[in-house]
């Protein structure tokens, strides 16, 4: 056994179909009295149908979260918390929405009790992220980690197919490279193999009926597990890539993931080799050629976008990209940095035709 850190992070989690019939038990043990209730214009009646059943415990909804936090709509929900005398946000909703719970708890530090209907994971995580004259800003800080968690499979129902595959893909992904993870542990191991298993399981059953409870659960509880796997150890080259790609060519965030996921892992492959055994058996995959094949397959099996062409992204821009992406590398159990600018182009060129990793 190796030398390792494990860090538990203090999160209380609800899990199960039905489970937001608890809410107002955790807002109580949360000791809040006034509740805003976050969510994009998308989910307000969701929003609304949470800030009803809290009655006058809740202060209001802001149902203006949108993808990537700008700093004008963080400032406004701040505004907005302190006017109406919040002294808690419930945010329900994806990645976005959860986005803006945390700019809200930085400045605050009011507490977060996060309703996730997507597969990103960031309920999980200490991680925030502002974006602010175009340029998405990162960083760390425990007061941003919600305090409670309410997964409800029935709430995700009605998220599209489409949005199901590519965000479960996103999930996975936080679980794969969680695999070989400099600073990880055998705890996180753990879970990131149970996490990719449980959605890998889950999507085909998804993609035939979009509301199977039971498939439901499963997805959801592979992002609880993939989400932690993100929230306890760093990430490496695939992120690296999603993060260039996502904010410099302004591509949707689960999609890029997707994508982006096989070519990574193919990359990383003969550098990480236990990681890619505990992908391959948790993906089912044992008689295709590796994991990045699995991977792959799982995407365009379930109908998701395998090539960075068909989501918007330009032949032209790939030489950028590349640039970009081996600039300020992040530690990768295979070495890039600017000298190995000819393979990630390769890498991305590969992502952008959509060839299928062997
Ligand atoms: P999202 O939150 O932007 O949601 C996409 C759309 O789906 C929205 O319109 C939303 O209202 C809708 N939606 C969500 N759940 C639904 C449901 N059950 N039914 C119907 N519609 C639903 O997308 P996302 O992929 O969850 O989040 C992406 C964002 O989260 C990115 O900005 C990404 O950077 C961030 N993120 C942050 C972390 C972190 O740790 N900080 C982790 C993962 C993702």
Same mark, same amino acid.
């Given at each position: 056994m190796n030398e390792f850190i494990y860090? +538990?992070?203090?999160?209380?989690?609800?899990?199960?179909? +039905?489970?937001?019939?608890?809410?107002?038990?955790?807002?109580?043990?949360?000791?809040?009295?006034? &509740?805003l209730v976050l969510s994009t214009p998308e989910q307000q009646?969701?929003?609304?149908?949470?800030?009803?059943?809290? +009655?006058?415990?809740a202060?209001?909804?802001?149902?203006?979260?949108?993808?990537?936090?700008?700093?004008?709509?963080a400032r406004e929900a701040r505004e907005d918390a302190r006017r109406l005398g919040a002294?808690?946000?419930? &945010?329900?909703?994806?990645?976005?929405?959860?986005?803006?719970?945390?700019?809200?708890?930085?400045?605050?530090?009011?507490?977060?009790?996060a309703i996730p209907t997507t597969y990103a994971g960031s309920e999980m995580t200490p991680i925030y992220g502002i974006t602010e004259a175009g340029l998405k800003k990162t960083g760390k800080d425990p007061r941003v980690l919600p305090r409670t968690v309410i997964y409800d499979p029935e709430l995700t129902l009605t998220l599209p197919v489409a949005m199901s595959v590519t965000s479960g893909m996103?999930? $996975?992904a936080h679980a794969a490279e969680g695999l070989y993870a400099q600073d990880s542990n055998p705890v996180m191991d753990l879970m990131?193999?149970?996490? $990719?298993?449980? $959605?890998?399981?889950?999507?085909?059953?998804?993609?035939?009926?979009?509301?199977?409870?039971?498939?439901?659960?499963?997805?959801?509880?592979?992002?609880?597990l993939c989400g932690t796997v993100l929230g306890n150890v760093g990430m490496a080259l695939h992120h690296k890539l999603c993060h260039t790609l996502g904010g410099s060519f302004n591509l949707p965030h689960a999609e890029v993931h997707t994508i982006v996921l096989p070519h990574a892992i193919a990359f990383n492959s003969e550098a990480a080799p236990q990681a890619m055994d505990r992908m391959v058996r948790a993906l089912g995959a044992t008689n295709?050629?590796?994991?990045?094949?699995?991977?792959?397959?799982l995407a365009s099996d379930n109908g998701a976008p395998v090539a960075l062409k068909d989501i918007g992204m330009q032949a032209a821009d790939l030489d950028h990209a590349a640039d970009l992406a081996v600039r300020n590398p992040y530690w990768n159990p295979r070495r890039f940095g600017p000298a190995q600018h000819g393979e990630i182009r390769l890498l991305l060129q590969r992502a952008y035709e959509g060839v299928r990793p062997d």
């Open positions: 860090n +538990g992070q203090p999160s209380r989690v609800v899990f199960g179909a +039905g489970a937001l019939k608890h809410l107002e038990r955790e807002i109580e043990l949360l000791g809040a009295r006034r &509740a009646s969701q929003a609304q149908m949470v800030a009803d059943r809290l +009655g006058n415990r202060a209001g909804i802001f149902p203006r979260a949108v993808m990537h936090v700008p700093m004008e709509t002294d808690c946000a419930i &945010a329900i909703g994806g990645g976005s929405t959860t986005g803006l719970g945390k700019a809200i708890a930085l400045e605050s530090g009011l507490p977060i009790l996103n999930a $996975i990131a193999e149970e996490g $990719i298993r449980a $959605i890998a399981r889950a999507l085909p059953v998804i993609r035939q009926q979009a509301d199977d409870v039971a498939a439901r659960g499963d997805a959801l509880y592979g992002a609880w295709r050629a590796s994991a990045a094949a699995g991977l792959f397959d």
